[in-house]
C-alpha cells in the first residue's frame, strides 16, 4: 500500500488533475475546496482505518495476487469470512463518517468485473482477465481509490441503448483503433468521482446483440484528456460552501457522497485497459453481480449511519428532559430494530456468499435485493422518527450567526436551551447533523443509490422461483406435480 | 376590508416596523428580503383569492358581527359550511402556493380566544368577551393578518410553567399595572409571523392554579416595543437568498410557512387588549380548540401541497418515458390515495362540527386528531413515493449555474435531457420543485406544526370513550354491564 | 312499514321458502337453523332498531314516493343529510351486532338501480323508472329485505362475459318473451341472500355492444323457481352448527354477513320487474355508483365492529392485569385512531354528496373508493393489534367442554383466571369473541366485500385528475401549461 | 438414534399413555385421534427427514457427547456452521409440512439448560451439567421429542410470581424430599406436548431471591403421574375432527403446532433429573436464551410457511386467470420480499452466532428478537397479501359436501370453475389450504409464539448500547465524550 493513511490520500489527490465544474467554476483542489473537502475527509477515513491498530484486521486484507497486505477496499472477496468483514467495516465507517465514504463503489466495480473477465475469456479466448489482474495490482499496490462508473443517463426511458435519438445517451464506443478504443458518453450520479484515482467503466443495464459498442468495460484515470466532472449541489450546500460549522451539520464529512457528473467527449483507452468490448451476453452478468454487491453494502453503511442518528436523537431527548418518557423510548426500540433488520440482510446475503468460476465470492443475490428494497422504506422511516423525536425546532432553528449576534445572540442562548448543565450549541449541534441526516439529499442516495426500487422487485420476483413454490403446495395438499 | 387583495396587502406590511433579524441582520423589508418575500406572497395569496371573482365565495364570508364582507380568514365560523368551507379554501391555497400560507393560525386562534373569552365571562363575569370583539371587528374591517402565537420555549420538557428553572421559558406576566399588563417570554416556531401585523397570545398548555401568571390571552401589534423576532433557517436556504430561480425550487413562494422566534422583553399590553388573565382552567379549553381546528386543517392545506407534488412527479415521468408503467400508475394511485385519505378526516371533522356557547362553531375533536396523526404519516410517506419516481438525480444534479455555464452547459443540456421535445430546463425546475417539497424543513412542519404526533394520540385516547365501547363488547357476550 | 320490528321480521322469513343448502342438506327455517339463525338475528336488529324509540331517527326515513315513514334501508337518499344519517346508522349497527347486518347490499342496489332506471328513460325513451318506483313503493311498504346480487362467478378472470367458454359464468338472458325473461347464472357471495325476501339483480361490470344479454336488472322473490342457494362455510362454523354458545364466540349474531351462492338455473322474471335490458352503456354506470355507496359504507359499519373489538381487548387487559401498561394504551389508542380514519371517510364521502339526476344522492366517488381501500389495510391492522394485546391463549384455549368438565374443568377455571374477581368463564368468553372477529372469514369479507382492492386503485387513479394537478405544479414553476 | 424415521416415531407415542383431555374427553391414541394425528404427523417429518438420503446432512448431526449420528434436534450447537444448518433444516420442514412441527422447542430447551446447567456449576459447585448430559444423551441415542415447557398461567400480570393471590400461577416446588421435589402449576401452549416424550421444565421469566421455589429446572416423563394435559381449540378444529379433507384445508399436517395446557399436580422429579433448584440469578440467563434461540428460529420455520403460501397464491392466480396482471406480480413480489427478509434475519444471527463457556453456541441476540419481532409484522401482511390475491370466495365456499352432492354439486363444480382443464376441486383445495395458513391461530402462533412482540421491544432497548451510539453522534460534531 503505497498510500499509507489518510494524509497520504489527501496528498495523492493534490497530484492528479481531472477537470472539475461546481457552480460553474473550476475546482482545483479538491481536498481544500468547501464542496468537496468533507467528501475528502470520508473517503481519507477509509485508509486512515487501514492503519488503525484498533480496525486494521478489518479494514485491511492479503491479496490473493500479490501476497501484500491491501486495503480490503482493493481486495477480490476470497470467502464467506471476506464478505462479512467488509460488511462490518461499512458499518464501522459509518459510525466513524455518518455518511457515504464512497469507496465501495469501486470495490464492487473491481468484485464484479474481474470474475466476469474470467468468464469471457473461458468462453471467448480472450485475455481481459489477465490485463484486468495487472491494473488491479497496479490498483493494490498503489492503494488507489477507484470510482465505479455504471449509471447512464439513459434518456428517454422507454427506449434501450440502440434506439435513443441521441446514441450519447449511453456511454459508447466511438472509434476503433489498433491500441485502444475511443468513448463518448456520460456516467451520472458518480459517488466519490471527484476524489478518486481512477475511474471504471461498465455497462448500465443488459444490452442485446444489436448494443456491441454499448458493451464495454475498461479503465481510465480521472484527469484523461476528454473527461469533464460537473459537482452537483445537495440540500443546503451552500451553508458548508461558506464553512458554517454549526449550521451545514455534519461539517467534517458531509451529509451524503458527493456526486458528479462524468463526461466523456471521446476519451481514448489502451488495450491493456479494456476488460470487455462488445460480449453483450455478459452486459446482464456484469450489472447484476455490481449490483447484488453493491445493494449488500447498503445494509451496512446505513446501518451505521442510523446508529449515529439514533444516538443524536437520544442525546437531544436527554437535553430535553424527554428521555425517560415511554413513547420515546419505544421509538428509539423501533430506529434501533429497523436499523438491525437491514443489517440482518447484510450479513445474511455475505453469510450465504458462493464462488464464481474466478474463485471471487459473490453475495447470496436474492438477499442483497432484499436489503436494498428494505433501505429504501426503512432509512425514511428510521428518518421520520428521528424527527418526530427531535422537535419542530429542527425546521425553524436560528442561524449560526444569530447564536453569536450581539443583539439576539443572548435570546437564541435563553429560548433554546434544554436542562439546565448542558451548552445550547450542543442542542443546536446536534439538531443540525439530525436536519443534516434526515433531509432531502441524504434519503434519496437510499433510495436510488445501487439501483432504483423497481430494479430489486424485479430481481425479488425473478429469483423467487415460484414454480418450486407452487410444487410445494400441491404435495401438501396432493394436487399432482408435473415435475 | 380595508386591504383589498395581494397588492395592498404587501403595501401594508411596509408600514409596520416589527424587528426582525436574520443570520444576525435586521431585516428592514420583508416584502423585498429574498428570506422572507416568498413568504409574504405566499400570504398575499390568501388576499388575493377574495378579490377573484372565481374564488371569493370560499376567500371571503360575512361577518356575522356587523354584516360586512370580510376575508374568511378573520371569521368566526357560524355552521358546518363555513367550517366545510375553509377546508376547501386551504386546499384551494395549497394547490395555488404548494406551500404554507400561513393565515390559518391566526384564524384557528381568532375561533379559539372568541368561545373561550365568552364562556370565561359566563363564570367569571369578566367582560373578555366584548373586548375580543371589539378588536375582532377592528381586524376583520382592516382585513389584518394575525399570527396565533401558541408554543413558548419549554426549556426542561420534564417540568411545567411553575418548575422551570427560569420561569421565561413559558411567556407570562411580569408586572401588573392598572391600565394593563407587562409580559415576558417567547414564542416559538411563529409561522408567518413577520409578515403579520398582529399577535395573538394564547397559553401552550392546560395549567393549574400555581400557574396563574401564565395563563394569558392577548393581542399585541407586531411592532410593540420589547417584541424581537429572529427568522429561522429553511433548507437550501441560501438558494432562496441568493435568488437562484431553479435551484431554489419553488422560488415564488418558499417551501415552508417561514418560521420565527418572537422574544417579548417586557412587552406592555393595555387592558382593552387582555382576553384571559390567570384564569388557569380555561387553558386547557383554549389550547384543545386552537389545536383542533389547526389540526383539521392539515388534512385541508397538506392535500393542497400533494395535489402539486403528485402533479410534479407526473409532469416528470412524462418527461422520462416512464409515465406508462404499471408500477409507475400504482405508485402514483397511493400517492393520490394518501391525499385524499386524509383530505377525508378534514371534511369529515367539519361536517360533525357544533356549536360552542357563544355560537362559534367547533370541529369534531377526536377526527381533528385523528386527521393531524395521519399528516405526520402520510406527507413522509407521499414524499418518499415521490423521490421512487422522480430518480436518483434529485440528489446530484448540478446547479443552474452549469446549466447556463458557457464551459459545461451543453453537457448539462445534452445529459439531463429526456424524451425528445422538452427543455432539459423544465426536467430541472420540476426537479428542484420536488427536492424542495420533499426535503427536510418542509416534512418537519407536517410533523410538529398543530402539534406533535404524541399530543394527537393523547387526545385520541382521551377521546376514545373506552368504557362505552367496553360495554359493547360485554353486551354482546352476555357479560352483565353495570352501567 | 309492514313488519314493524325484529320479530315480525323473524316470522316473516317463515312465509317465503327459498331452496336452501348447507353442507348437502337443505335448510327449511333460516330463523331456526344454527347455521343461518344468527346471520337472521343481526338482520333483524335493522328491522328492531326503527322501533326503538332511541334510534328510529337515524333507522327510519320518510318516503319521498310516498310520504309513508319506512326503513331507511329502503329509502333513496334526497340529501347530504340522508347520507350521514345512513353513516351513522350502519355505525350504530355495527356496534350492536359486531358483525355484518346485511341489509345495506339491497340499499345500495335500490339507490343505483333507482337513479340508473331514469337515466335509461331519458336516453331511450324506455319506462324502467316508473316499473322500478312501483316495485320499490312495495319493497317500502312491506319493509321487505332486499339482497343486491351484483358479483358474477367469471370464471376464467382473464376474459369477458362474452369470450367465456361457458357463457353462464355471467348471469345473462336465455329467452325473451313476450311477458318476461328467462335467466340463467349465478351470483356469488350472496350477502344475507338466505334471509331476503326479494334479490335485485344487476350486472357486475361494465360491458360492450357484444354483452346485450349479459346487461339486466331485475327483481325476482327469492323463492321464484329454479333459484337455488348454497350456504357457504365460515371459520370455525362447526362451532356454531353445535351451538357451543362460548366457543363459537358471538353466539346471538354470527361473525360475519352469511353469504350464500344464488344460482338462476332459467328463472323466469316477469316484464314489471325488469329496469334494465340490453342497455350496455349504463352497465358501467350502475356498477360504479352501487359499489361507490358500498364502499362508502364500510368505514361505517367496520367502525362499529372496531368499536366492539377496541372494547372486548381493553376489557381483556383489565382482566388480565395489563390495562395500566404504557405500551397497552398506546396500542389501543392505534386501534381507535385506524377506526376513527377509516370513519372520516364514510362520513366526508356523505358530506361531499351530490344529486343525480333523479334527485337520488350519490357519495363523492374518490372518497368512497379511499375509503374502502384503507379498510382492505386498517382492519387487518386492528386485528393484528387485538390480538397481540389479547395474548398468545387466544390460539390455545381449551374448549367449553372442558371448562364444564368435571375432570379438567377445576384446571382450566384455575390457569385460564385473571385478575381476583372476574370469573374465568368472562375471560374465555371475551377471547372467543376476539378469535371470532378477527379471524379468517371476518377478515376476507372486508378485503373483497364492496369490490377487492384492486378495483379501487383503478377508480382512485381514474378519479385522480392528473391533467389538473400537472398544471397545477407546472404553473407554480413557470413552465407554459397548454389548458 | 433408537427412533429412526416417522414411523417408529409414531408407533413410539403408542407407549407412553399421557393423560389428555380434548373437549372434556380422553384421548387415549393421539396418533390416531383426528384433533392430534395431523400434529403427530407433522412432527414425523422432523424424523423422517433425518432418514432422507437428500435431507440427512441438515436433519442429522454428529452428538459431541458420544460422537453417534443424532438427529439434530436433539443436538446441541458447536458452532456456526450448526445454527445455520438448523435454520435451513428449518425452512426446509416448514416447506414440507406447511406448519409447525414442533419439536424445536425441546431443542432450544436442551441449548438453553445445557448452557446455564454449566454456567451454575462453575458458580455454585452443583453437578447439573454432568445429570444433564446424562438426561440429553438418554434423549439423543433414544431420540426422543422433548417438549420445551416455559409460558406459565401467570395469572395477574401486574405481580410477579411471589406476589400472586394463588402461589400455583407460576409453576413451583411445593416439596423437598431426599430423593427429589414435587412439583406444582401448569405451563401453558405447550406446543407438541400431546406427542412428545419428555418435558423440559423451565421458569418463565427472570426472578429473584424471594422466587427460589419457582426457579427448576427439570426433566420429567410426560406420563409422570400428576400430570395431565388439555388440548386446545383451534379455528375451524371440528372439520378436522369430522375428517373433512378438502374443508380442513390442510388434513395432512394441520395449520398450527398442537397447543397443549400441561398441570402439573404434585408430581415429582426426582434428583438426577432437577437442572436448577433455586438459583434465581440464572433465570434471566436460561429464559433470554432459550428466547434467543426460538425467536431466531421463527425466521426460518415460518419462510417456509410463506414459501408454500406463495406457492398456493400463485398457483390460485393461475387457476383464476389472472397471473400475468402486474398487480398480481408485484404482490407477489412483496409476499417473497417479506419472507426473505424474515430469512435474513434468522441466518445472520446464526452467521453471528458465539460460545457460551459450555462451548454450546448462542445466536446473536438482537438479531433474533429483530426476527421474531418482524414475524409478528411480516406473517400477517403476508396473509393478508395472499388473502387481496386470492378473492373474496375464500370467506364464502360452500364445502366439500356440498361439491359432492347429487343435488348442488352440479352448480358447485360449475361456479367455482376458473381456466378451462383444472378440475374445480383443485381450485377449492388450494382456497381451503390458504384459508387454514392466513386464518386466526395460525396467525397468533407468530404473533405470540417465542414471546410476545413487546417481550423483544424490552430486549431489543436494552441490547441497543445508546451510550455507545451518543458517543458515535458527539464524536461527529465535536462535543466532548467522556469515557
Redesign the interface.
Known sequence: MKIKNGAEYIDSLRKVHPVI?????RITDVTMHPATAPHVRAAAMTYALADDEEYKYLATAVSHLTGNTISRFTHVHQNVEDL?KKVKLLRLLG????TCFQRCVGFDGINAAYSVAYEIDRKHGTSYFELFKDWLIHIQDENLMVVGAM?D?K?????GPADQ??P??YLHIVDRRDDGIVIRG?K??MTGGVNSHEILVMPTTAMDERSKDFAVVCAVPVDAPGI?M??????????RD?MERI?SG????GA?GG???I?FEDVFVPKERIFMDGETEFTGTIVYRFAAHHRANYGACKTGLM??????V??LT?I???S?A??V??K??EM??LS??L???S??????GWPTPSGAFMVDT??AN??K??V??FH?EVA?IA??LA?????????Q??L??K??GH??K???????GIPTE?RM??A??I?AM????A???S???AG???AQ?VM??RE?E?E???????A????PVKS
Open positions: 465544474y461546481y457552480k460553474a467554476e462479512i459510525q466513524k463518517t455518518g449509471t443517463p434518456g428517454d426511458r422507454s427506449r435519438p441521441d450519447d445517451q456520460a451520472l450520479h469533464t460537473i459537482f452537483g449541489r445537495q440540500a443546503s450546500d451552500d451553508r461558506k449550521d455534519k461539517p467534517s464529512f451524503v456526486e458528479a457528473v463526461a446508529d449515529v442518528l439514533t444516538g443524536a437520544s442525546y436527554q430535553q428532559g424527554t425517560k415511554s413513547q423510548k419505544d428509539i426500540t434501533i430494530h438491525e433488520t443489517y440482518c440482510s450479513i445474511a446475503c455475505s453469510a450465504e436474492m438477499l432484499v436489503c428494497q428494505n429504501t422504506r425514511f421520520r424527527l418526530d422537535g419542530g425546532f429542527i425546521a425553524t432553528l436560528p442561524s450567526y444569530d453569536e449576534s443583539d439576539v435570546l437564541v435563553k429560548y433554546f436551551s434544554g436542562v439546565s450542543h449541534k446536534i443540525r447533523m436536519e434526515t433531509g432531502g439529499t434519503l434519496v442516495e433510495m436510488h443509490g432504483s426500487p423497481q422487485r425479488i420476483f423467487g415460484l418450486k413454490k407452487i410444487k410445494l403446495a400441491k401438501l395438499i396432493g394436487i
